[in-house]
């Protein structure tokens, strides 16, 4: 009966062993991705920061006061970009984000749009038969510079069709190795901070809505390639982190069944002793 035991917990020793080989490639792969991941969104944050103080500029002279990017849309419903993985083992990197995504759809009064981008979030939201905008973008990491400039043309040409009344980003933020936070931000109708300016910037002979409609869909695809960055950066650093835990979870539940195994043979060896004195008195 011992015997059996041993061998039990010799098969599941080998299971875990095997578990945890892969694990720890899966953690190697994740460390990779994030250096890559990691550097480009350093590289893409001062892009949409001079994007933003240029339209700033424009906006702190009167006559671009009346653009219809700073104003709500002709619609009445909200928007939603949700920015998820293509893949799972990340930990709770896609949970928090669609509870996240959920807690602002219920303040809405009118059933919401979304707008999945990822594997994950395309299916997250078909199978819950959401309104869906587009299923276009279902592969987050296939998206680049050119695919998100696009995106931000068709966003805005919705916008001013009244399609839809705001525009809202959901992503993960990226803030370091093993801190990912689930974040969101309006980006249609445009927020007006020019005002805390005291001396405008003056732009001679300028059509300031022309400026604006160059300015301003350049900037929303910019800020979509932001997020993508962080999000890839942000799943990459969740994916290390849990597949970080399992190793150490593996590693505790051999040690268990190496101690387990231990005391499965001592009794084996105890037993025999106890047959062989039993049979040496019988004798």
Same mark, same amino acid.
């Given at each position: 009966?011992a015997?059996?035991s041993?061998?039990?917990?010799?098969?599941?020793m080998?299971? *875990?062993?095997?578990?945890m080989?892969?694990?720890?490639?899966?953690e190697?792969?994740?460390?990779?991705k @994030?250096r890559r991941?990691?550097?480009? *969104?350093?590289a893409?944050?001062?892009?949409?920061?001079?994007?933003?103080?240029?339209?700033?500029d424009? @906006?702190?002279? !009167?006559?671009?006061?009346?653009?219809?990017?700073?104003?709500?849309?002709k619609?009445?419903?909200t928007?939603? +970009? *949700?920015?998820?993985?293509?893949?799972?083992?990340?930990?709770?990197?896609?949970?928090n984000?669609?509870? @996240?995504?959920?807690a602002?759809?219920?303040k809405?009064?009118?059933? !919401?749009l $979304? =707008?999945?981008?990822?594997?994950?979030?395309?299916?997250?939201?078909?199978?819950?038969?959401a309104? $869906?905008?587009?299923?276009?973008?279902?592969?987050?990491?296939q998206?680049?510079?050119?695919?998100?400039?696009?995106?931000?043309?068709?966003?805005?040409?919705?916008? =001013?069709?009244?399609?839809?009344?705001?525009? +809202?980003?959901? /992503?993960?933020?990226?803030?370091?190795?093993?801190?990912?936070? !689930? +974040?969101?931000?309006?980006?249609?109708?445009?927020?007006?901070?020019a005002? #805390?300016?005291?001396?405008p910037?003056?732009?001679?002979?300028?059509? /300031?809505?022309? =400026?604006? %409609?160059?300015?301003?869909p350049? /900037?929303?695809g %910019?800020?979509? /390639?932001?997020?993508?960055?962080?999000? @890839?950066?942000s799943?990459?650093?969740?994916?290390?982190?849990?597949?970080?835990?399992a190793?150490k979870?593996?590693?505790e539940?051999?040690?268990?069944?190496?101690?387990?195994?231990?005391? #499965?043979?001592?009794a084996?060896?105890?037993?025999?002793i106890?047959? $062989?004195?039993?049979?040496?008195?019988? =004798?």
């Amino acid at each position: 009966m011992a015997a059996a035991s041993m061998n039990d917990i010799k098969a599941r020793m080998k299971s *875990v062993t095997g578990t945890m080989q892969i694990t720890k490639a899966m953690e190697l792969v994740a460390t990779s991705k @994030l250096r890559r991941a990691k550097a480009r *969104v350093e590289a893409v944050r001062p892009f949409t920061e001079t994007s933003l103080h240029a339209i700033q500029d424009v @906006l702190c002279c !009167p006559d671009a006061k009346d653009s219809p990017y700073l104003k709500a849309g002709k619609g009445d419903r909200t928007l939603y +970009v *949700v920015m998820a993985g293509d893949r799972g083992l990340a930990g709770g990197y896609n949970s928090n984000l669609f509870r @996240l995504t959920a807690a602002l759809c219920e303040k809405d009064k009118n059933r !919401p749009l $979304i =707008l999945p981008v990822g594997k994950k979030a395309t299916e997250h939201y078909q199978r819950r038969e959401a309104d $869906i905008f587009s299923e276009k973008y279902g592969e987050i990491a296939q998206m680049g510079v050119g695919d998100c400039i696009k995106l931000g043309e068709e966003l805005c040409h919705g916008f =001013l069709a009244g399609e839809f009344s705001r525009l +809202v980003l959901v /992503y993960t933020k990226f803030q370091s190795m093993i801190s990912q936070v !689930p +974040v969101y931000e309006t980006v249609l109708p445009f927020e007006n901070d020019a005002e #805390a300016k005291s001396s405008p910037v003056l732009f001679e002979d300028a059509d /300031y809505a022309e =400026l604006l %409609g160059m300015l301003i869909p350049t /900037y929303v695809g %910019g800020v979509l /390639y932001s997020a993508v960055a962080e999000a @890839l950066a942000s799943e990459s650093g969740a994916r290390r982190c849990a597949m970080n835990s399992a190793n150490k979870n593996a590693e505790e539940m051999i040690d268990t069944l190496m101690l387990r195994y231990n005391r #499965a043979r001592q009794a084996v060896i105890t037993q025999e002793i106890t047959e $062989i004195v039993s049979g040496v008195e019988a =004798l």
